[in-house]
């Protein structure tokens, strides 16, 4: 058998029988050979009930953004997140979006410095400049090329409801408590009427716009006060009917918390007046256009609100929150 | 070893070699492949389950959050455990009943500014691949998925089984198929080889059946054009031996002509040689014991006259009388030794006279009666011609005075065109010629071989016929033309067989 084996052995040339065998080793290391570097980790070892999670955040340096949530609050953060890395990119400071939840605010967000800018509604920024003395840096420049916004009470398209008028003990659906286009306008287009909420049938805060839009058409509510934006699309393709239209008012704007060093505003404001989305800025957003502020920003001042702030006084809307957020 | 074990060892070897690069490259591509699957896959419902969660993540649902997570470990994904950090970055929802495992919070970190991150990680329950990505970009909440292995690990192992079983059944037929191959090539080489040794046993008969159009039936062609060709080399050297050695007897022949020719002439030039002595001698003999005694006799009678002068003159003029016939003699004497030397008639008129004069004085002088003939001859012949025959007659001539006893002696001289032909012939007792020519040292054979080689000189032959009791007749002819053949013309008789 041996002698046998070594014949065999000599009829393969030895150059030939050490390439042969290089090469079996090579691709038999090659495919055991693992190029990844695995963990050990055990699953079972020191499990603990409550883990101290590490801090994922460091505080120092960082700048944090909030917002009034109007879509799913997850469209809310995929639209902001490109609109910080243009703030991170102009400004060289490091931004991170922090979410209110639903049982949260905003106002008071900003207020206790949880928050250093956020974009709010003007509703908000009045409660917000009245408790805490925060400050709009800019307006967001609307659909119609101008930094304001309308509201739009809306009806089922089947609806009998003509006019506003008409709306005289039905139910109606507003969006957020804190939102101008989905609470305090369309208060004051039912105000205007000569209607208050007490001569609906019922109402409801439904929390956003498009809550307010399934609300109706859905037919849980006979009307709803929504966003012009939303409105008009959903109009368009016929989803719902259009009763009554706004006046203009002070659009959305992005307001600084009173403890932002000055220095930092400057900059942030001027990265905002910049902002160009439809331009050299549009690249990496995210559906832009359907935020509040489609065309960029303007400069803001206080007396703009002037007007509006009268009609939250009088309707008491600017009150300090006594319970929790309606919600779905 | 044979040929066909070779072939099946190496095709063995080849195949195995193979089968193993095989099993190991597809191990490999497989692994890899059901790693990448795996992966993407997992990203995949991560990504999924990530868009699911955000929304109750960011409205406070935690409940909600961990039915999905639960939902999707008990779907039957291949999902071990899945665990969120919540915006916060301190609220923690999992799916571990018994408690969450501390260190899997650290082992697999998102860098900053990646989506997501994946980490083997080797634990208790086998592999499990982390994948880690963040909620919503923008956001630090994190979502970690955990894939089991497990299965990547069956199937790898199934694929590697099968892959082994196929490559053993390869070998198998591979070695089959070799073997009927090495069949299949090495049979018709054993009927070459066995072919082969007949050859080498000098059997060119057979040839090989070169059936196929392949390398072994071209060999096979190639191999029965060899035996042919074989074959007529073989054939043509034999022919040329056997002509080579008729060659060979023929040269042999012909040396032993020459030998003998050689021997002759080394007698002749004996002959010769003892002839020009003999002659020396004759004439030295002739010359002392004649003209050397005559002519001291004639100074004596010189001196006794030269003594009778002054005393008796008319004795002395008789003594000078005598004397002066005595020097007459010698003078005839000395005439005659010149004469037979060489007789001035040959040169001066040519050999009819000579002949005549030679034949008259040997022969008459004995009572022998001499007649001669010439025709055809009207003019002298060469003078090489002249002598040759002169001295082949001379030779006759002296045989008959010394042996022959005849009473008659006839010569014959014809000249024709391009020869000449001389004949005597005499009544005498004959001789057997063979006898005579056999007789190596004997005078007459030298004789009779002197005349043969002088007529083979110039191309010429002599031939002798005799009978005891029945006279002798010897002809010579002579070509007039350029020297012809040599020795082949002669009588063979006259070598001596």
Not at chain 2, 22 to 36: G, H, M, N, P, Y
Not at chain 2, 386 to 394: C, K
Request: overall charge positive; some cysteine.
């Amino acid at each position: 058998m041996a002698a046998r084996i070594r014949a065999i052995i000599r009829l393969i040339p030895g150059r030939t029988f050490a390439a042969v065998f290089a090469i079996v080793v090579f691709f038999g290391t090659a495919g055991c050979v693992n190029l990844e570097k695995p963990k050990k980790v055990s699953l079972t070892q020191t499990p603990v009930s409550r883990v101290r999670v590490p801090d994922q955040v460091n505080g120092s340096g960082v700048l944090y953004f909030g917002f009034d949530r109007r879509l799913d609050p997850s469209e809310d953060v995929k639209m902001y997140a490109p609109f910080l890395r243009y703030l991170e990119r102009e400004t060289g400071y490091r931004f991170k979006l922090r979410v209110t939840l639903r049982n949260g605010n905003i106002v008071e967000d900003l207020g206790t410095g949880a928050v250093q800018f956020a974009a709010i509604g003007t509703l908000s920024y009045l409660e917000a400049n009245k408790r805490y003395g925060v400050q709009a840096l800019v307006r967001g420049v609307t659909g119609q090329k101008k930094g304001e916004y309308q509201a739009l009470i809306i009806t089922a398209p089947q609806s009998k409801i003509r006019s506003i008028g008409d709306l005289k003990g039905r139910s109606f659906a507003f969006g957020s408590k804190t939102s101008t286009q989905g609470h305090l306008i369309p208060r004051i287009m039912l105000k205007e009427a000569g209607i208050d909420i007490k001569d609906l049938s019922s109402y409801e805060y439904t929390g956003s716009h498009f809550e307010t839009a399934n609300a109706v058409v859905s037919g849980r509510f006979d009307a709803g006060g929504i966003q012009d934006t939303l409105g008009r699309e959903l109009a368009s393709r016929g989803l719902v009917r259009v009763i009554a239209v706004s006046g203009y008012f002070p659009s959305s704007n992005i307001s600084v918390a009173p403890n932002v060093p000055p220095d930092v505003v400057a900059r942030v404001k001027k990265a905002l007046l910049e902002f160009d989305p439809q331009g050299k800025d549009k690249g990496g957003l995210y559906h832009w256009e359907q935020s509040e502020m489609p065309y960029g920003f303007i400069q803001a001042a206080d007396r703009s609100f002037a007007g509006v702030r009268q009609w939250a006084e009088k309707l008491n809307l600017l009150n300090p929150p006594a319970e929790g957020r309606q919600g779905p | 070893m044979k040929l066909s074990s070779k072939i099946v060892i190496i095709t063995a070897v080849i195949v195995m070699v193979m089968g193993l690069l095989t099993v190991f490259s597809i191990q490999a591509v497989v692994s890899r492949s059901l790693k990448e699957q795996l992966q993407d896959k997992g990203l995949s419902l991560a990504r999924v389950m990530a868009n699911d969660i955000a929304n109750p993540l960011l409205n406070g649902d935690l409940l909600v959050v961990q039915r999905i997570l639960k939902a999707v470990t008990e779907d039957g994904h291949s999902v071990e455990y899945a665990f969120v950090i919540a915006p916060d970055g301190k609220t923690l929802i999992h799916t571990f009943g018994d408690g969450f495992p501390e260190a899997l919070l650290t082992a697999n970190p998102i860098p900053a500014g990646r989506p997501h991150s994946i980490q083997l990680l080797v634990t208790e329950k086998g592999p499990i691949r982390d994948i880690g990505l963040k909620v919503l970009d923008g956001l630090d909440a994190e979502l970690h998925v955990g894939f089991t292995e497990t299965s990547i690990q069956r199937s790898l192992r199934r694929v590697t089984w099968i892959i082994a079983l196929l490559t053993l059944g390869g070998i198998a037929l591979a070695c089959g198929a070799a073997w009927l191959l090495g069949r299949y090539v090495v049979r018709p080489l054993e009927r070459l080889t066995r072919l082969t040794r007949r050859i080498g046993r000098g059997d060119l008969d057979q040839e090989v059946t070169a059936e196929a159009g392949d390398e072994v039936g071209i060999l096979a062609q190639s191999f029965n054009q060899m035996i042919r060709n074989l074959r007529e080399t073989i054939g043509r050297l034999k022919e040329s031996e056997e002509s080579y050695r008729l060659k060979n007897s023929e040269l042999s022949a012909v040396w032993g002509r020459l030998k003998r020719r050689e021997e002759v002439v080394s007698r002749l030039l004996k002959k010769v040689i003892t002839a020009q002595e003999e002659e020396r001698k004759r004439i030295a003999r002739e010359l002392h014991d004649e003209t050397n005694q005559s002519l001291a006799a004639l100074a004596v009678g010189l001196k006794a006259a030269s003594a009778l002068v002054t005393r008796d003159a008319e004795k002395a003029e008789k003594t000078l009388e005598d004397l002066k016939d005595s020097a007459v003699i010698i003078m005839r004497e000395l005439h005659n030794i010149v004469y037979d030397l060489r007789p001035t008639l040959l040169d001066d008129l040519g050999l009819v006279p000579a002949l005549r004069w030679c034949a008259e004085t040997r022969l008459e002088s004995h009572g022998v009666e001499v007649s001669m003939e010439v025709t055809g001859v009207s003019s002298r012949l060469p003078p090489e011609v002249e002598t040759i025959l002169f001295r082949i007659g001379q030779e006759a001539i002296s045989n008959i005075a010394k042996y022959a006893g005849a009473r008659h002696v006839h010569l014959c001289l014809r000249g024709a065109k391009d020869h000449v032909w001389l004949r005597v012939s005499d009544d005498g007792c004959g001789f057997d010629v063979d006898e005579v020519l056999r007789e190596k040292e004997g005078k007459r054979s030298l004789g009779l071989m002197g005349m043969m080689e002088r007529a083979g000189l110039l191309g010429g032959k002599v031939e002798v016929e005799s009978n005891i009791g029945a006279g002798t007749i010897i002809s010579v002819q002579i070509p007039i033309s350029p020297r012809g053949e040599e020795l082949d013309g002669q009588d063979s008789r006259a070598l001596g067989g």
